[in-house]
């Protein structure tokens, strides 16, 4: 097992490379470049030139690449060129954001998921189950755009429950340890501002939720109905195990390999793919970050915010690879 | 079974501390609302700021933040672009136009609790354009070279009085020293915090800085040593809204007091809500399609002119029929102008005739438009040797800017009407930064563009968006690439004219002859709004998109 994951971990070497580079080349292919997106519409020629040399723009791609690369490898990601903030500043900022919402959002997922999946795959081809694959249809096909509005629309206009965008009411005194700020309001013993950043978590949570669950939904339905058709079932029906007991210790636990698999993948989506549920709620998250540096054709932070998706990415499926072995104990990587 | 009912037990303690959780999440509070103790205002933004240092920012979003902060040596009179003092209470002028003498205000303090005085100016402006003042590295001060690069030295001559020397009579600059570029900030703070200065933002203005979360929020609390007496809010909470919709949705509630940019589709819901109130003005710009008329330069000397060592050359996207004036006249008779600002501006817009904003000094108001005429256009094509109309390429942008709101529809719309004038058009659209770069370089044969203006000074439109001078490919500020050697000479002339009615003369020639020559089909001057809930009062609007928080009050 050490052995393993220390080969996993190697691995990540060659992936990051690769990422970066393609990352690199792609964004100065693009047309384009920072030094007119900070002068705007009035750049004059002399004035292009010298941002460009500035930050070292005027120099052969390779040459930057490798200027970045040492730099990285000294714990410098640079400056953002157009806010000139460190990278690890601005991506830090944000960073705790994006995974707080990710994991609510997965909490949301799984537990909605598993339980529908399991109710249909027990109850198949009965209303239940009609119902609620009707249901994960319709979420995986709905806009996370317009399902966003909606749940604002009905929870924070008309019912008035929960309010409609941002972190925590901002009128609540609040202080920043962590950046997560569900643990910063517990350190601190706030009170009022953990019901606050709860409240504020619960509809992008939903929103940014609807498709992963959806998926895990189906996942767990057809996955299920395969391992109850499998003889060990049959096996524990026939030793007159209760049929509860089948379904909640044996079956599902076989059942959650594909499971666990799809909810790695969607995890390390939720972190990188959260750009339109960060837009309606106004999430100060790490995928606005990066579609707004793209924009602006910001390198120094397009290729940071790359670099931590892959990293995250990387390890998110390194810790998925692990749980199943916890989860069937068949699975050995030594 | 006693690990069955275990496991159970387990599962269903965990449920019920869910469903608990959010039953209390729920409803503890619901919804905090308004304030009551403390005035404090939350205002909804479309975008969070690039910086905080108002010398290093262009964004209307980074600027309209900073406004509350610093102050320069003069601003704008309320809701106008004249001036007025601020941090200078007086200041005269030499015969020659190039010596500007400032008198300082007595007793003004930073934000830091240090004083304000003639070194700080001097810091300021010397920050942004002497090459060996040790700041000067952390900014790229956009606008210095492009406004204020007559600007030769700042001399402090006592305490509390300055010196601005100019390389030549600029009859602008008075105007431009009231932008946020040259606001005056303090030289302590800024060694305290070194190239992090842009975050940590320290002036003289009504309010100062508390935090800024990014992406998320910036607060800034009353200064209560304001030298004009304290602001009547006691804090400002500038929250990042990046949708409309969501931006609306937070103001009905009353989540927010404020909101800028508004959704024009949403008007009519605004208008109808009796806790909202629309704040409309017509703004300070000019959205257009530009013809190119063939001809740029490029500027190898890098010096903004075009020199005789600098030959005419074609633009990449020289397309013949654009360089015949008829031809040019013709689109200008085949457009509905007012059926766009009707429909796709939806109302909240004037229809344009000349090149800047009607409010402004020498805005030519005797120039009678084109009118809507497709016969007419018809024949002036026949009589430039197109009786068959021709095909051409209209480059849209892909974005809406304050002076085009919805730039797709208004290309569609100007395809059609140009069909019916036999000018069948194909629409080109291309991401934002390379749709700038490409048009700058003239590889367009028409295209959809626009501006907003920077300091409330006709030259800031004239010379920037009309004069030969700025045909350069590659930089163009001129993207129909109109060449007209005697529009430049008389806007050059108008530059160095201090004399108000002869200066507007000046630029009313130049309209006349822009108008002949039709190298442009201007559509519109788009109103600028804002929203605010009906207990904020006192919020003026100002044509520079500025926004002066100082006599706001909330009830």
């Known amino acids: 097992m050490k052995w393993y994951i220390i080969k996993r971990l190697l691995q990540i070497i060659p992936v990051i490379l690769g990422v970066t580079i393609i990352a690199f080349s792609l964004i100065h292919l693009a047309p384009g470049d920072p030094a007119r997106t900070m002068l705007g519409q009035h750049a004059t020629q002399q004035e292009l030139d010298a941002i460009r040399a500035k930050y070292g723009l005027d120099k052969p791609l390779y040459e930057q690449y490798f200027i970045w690369l040492g730099n990285v490898l000294h714990g410098d990601l640079g400056r953002s060129i157009l806010s000139h903030e460190q990278v690890t500043t601005e991506i830090a900022a944000r960073f705790p954001n994006t995974i707080e919402l990710a994991i609510a959002a997965m909490i949301f997922a799984v537990i909605i998921g598993v339980v529908a999946g399991i109710i249909s795959a027990t109850r198949q081809y009965s209303a239940a189950d009609y119902t609620v694959m009707g249901i994960a249809l319709f979420g995986i096909s709905m806009p996370v755009f317009w399902l966003g509005i909606m749940l604002m629309m009905i929870f924070g206009v008309y019912l008035r429950w929960l309010p409609i965008g941002g972190r925590i009411d901002l009128l609540i005194p609040f202080h920043h340890i962590t950046g997560f700020m569900v643990i910063d309001s517990i350190i601190a013993l706030n009170g009022p501002a953990l019901v606050s950043v709860l409240q504020h978590l619960i509809l992008p949570a939903v929103a940014l939720g609807t498709i992963p669950m959806a998926i895990i939904a189906r996942t767990t339905r057809s996955s299920m109905l395969e391992v109850l058709r499998q003889d060990f079932i049959r096996t524990e029906r026939a030793k007159g195990l209760s049929e509860r007991r089948v379904i909640y210790k044996h079956a599902i636990r076989n059942a959650l390999v594909p499971v666990v698999t799809v909810i790695g993948l969607n995890f390390g989506l939720l972190l990188s793919g959260a750009i339109l549920t960060e837009t309606v709620f106004s999430w100060p998250g790490v995928g606005r970050l990066v579609v707004d540096s793209v924009y602006s054709r910001d390198y120094p932070l397009v290729i940071g915010c790359i670099l931590v998706f892959a990293l995250v990415f990387v390890f998110v499926n390194l810790i998925t690879d692990l749980l199943y072995t916890y989860i069937d104990p068949r699975i050995h990587y030594d | 079974m006693g690990r069955d009912s275990s496991v159970n037990m387990k599962a269903s303690a965990i449920a019920i501390m869910l469903c608990a959780m959010f039953v209390i999440v729920s409803f503890s509070g619901c919804v905090q609302n308004n304030p009551t103790a403390q005035k404090v205002l939350i205002f909804a933004c479309s975008s969070d700021v690039d910086k905080l240092d108002p010398a290093d920012v262009t964004d209307q979003e980074s600027t309209a933040r900073t406004d509350s902060m610093f102050e320069g040596l003069v601003e704008y009179e309320s809701g106008g672009t004249n001036i007025q003092p601020c941090l200078a209470t007086d200041w005269t002028v030499s015969s020659d136009g190039k010596n500007i003498t400032f008198n300082l205000r007595h007793g003004v303090k930073f934000h830091d609790g240090t004083d304000f005085n003639a070194s700080a100016v001097v810091f300021s402006f010397e920050r942004q354009f002497n090459t060996s003042n040790p700041y000067n590295q952390y900014g790229e001060w956009a606008y210095w070279g492009y406004m204020f690069s007559d600007i ?70 009353a200064n209560p040593n304001y030298w004009r007496g304290a602001p009547k809010l006691d804090r400002i909470i500038y929250r990042v809204i990046k949708d409309p919709s969501a931006r609306l949705l937070a103001i009905q509630n009353g989540e927010v007091q404020g909101m800028e940019f508004p959704d024009p589709a949403s008007f009519t819901q605004i208008n109808a809500d009796s806790n909202l109130k629309l704040l409309t003005q017509p703004g300070m710009n000019i959205g257009y399609l530009a013809m190119n008329n063939g001809w740029g330069y490029n500027d190898t000397n890098k010096n903004g002119m075009r020199d005789p060592s600098e030959p005419w050359v074609k633009t990449p996207g020289y397309f013949a029929p654009f360089t015949n004036r008829s031809v040019r006249q013709a689109v200008n008779y085949a457009i509905n102008k007012s059926a766009i600002v009707k429909n796709l501006y939806k109302g909240t817009a004037i229809v344009a005739k000349n090149g800047m904003p009607p409010f402004m000094l020498g805005y030519n108001d005797a120039i009678v438009d084109y009118p809507y005429d497709p016969v007419r256009a018809r024949e002036l094509l026949t009589e430039a040797g197109y009786p068959h109309g021709f095909n051409t390429t209209l480059w849209v942008m892909p974005v809406s800017r304050p002076y085009m709101f919805d730039p797709t529809k208004i290309g ?18 291309i991401d934002w930064a390379t749709y700038l770069a490409k048009t700058q370089a003239g590889e367009h044969p ?11 000074d006709p030259d800031n439109f004239m010379n920037v968006l009309y004069g030969e001078n700025q045909c350069t490919i590659g930089t163009a500020g001129n993207v129909a690439f109109y060449n007209n050697t005697q529009v430049q000479d008389l806007l050059t002339l108008a530059l160095q004219t201090y004399d108000t009615t002869q200066r507007a003369n000046l630029y009313k020639d130049a309209q006349v002859i822009i108008h002949q020559d039709a190298p442009f089909v201007y559509l519109a001057h788009a109103n600028q709004n804002l929203v605010f809930r009906t207990n904020v009062n006192g919020f003026v609007l100002n044509p520079t998109a500025r926004y002066f928080f100082y006599p706001v009050t909330m009830t």
């Not at chain 2, 600059?173 to 005056?184: D, E, N, P």
């Not at chain 2, 569609?412 to 659209?429: H, M, R, T």
């Open chain 2, 152 to 221: 030769q030295s700042v001399e402090k001559l006592n305490d509390f009085q300055v010196k601005i020397v100019l390389s030549r009579s600029n009859a602008a600059i008075m105007t431009s020293l009231a932008m946020f570029t040259v606001s005056i900030v303090s030289p302590t703070n800024a060694a305290k915090y070194g190239r992090d200065a842009f975050s940590h933002p320290c002036g003289t203005g009504p309010f100062k800085f508390v935090e800024w979360v990014k992406d998320d929020h910036i607060t800034v609390d």
């Open chain 2, 412 to 429: 569609e719309a100007i395809q059609s009407y140009l069909a019916d004038v036999n000018i069948n058009v194909q629409i080109y659209q």
């Open chain 2, 446 to 456: 028409m295209c959809l563009l626009g501006w907003t203006g920077d300091n409330g």
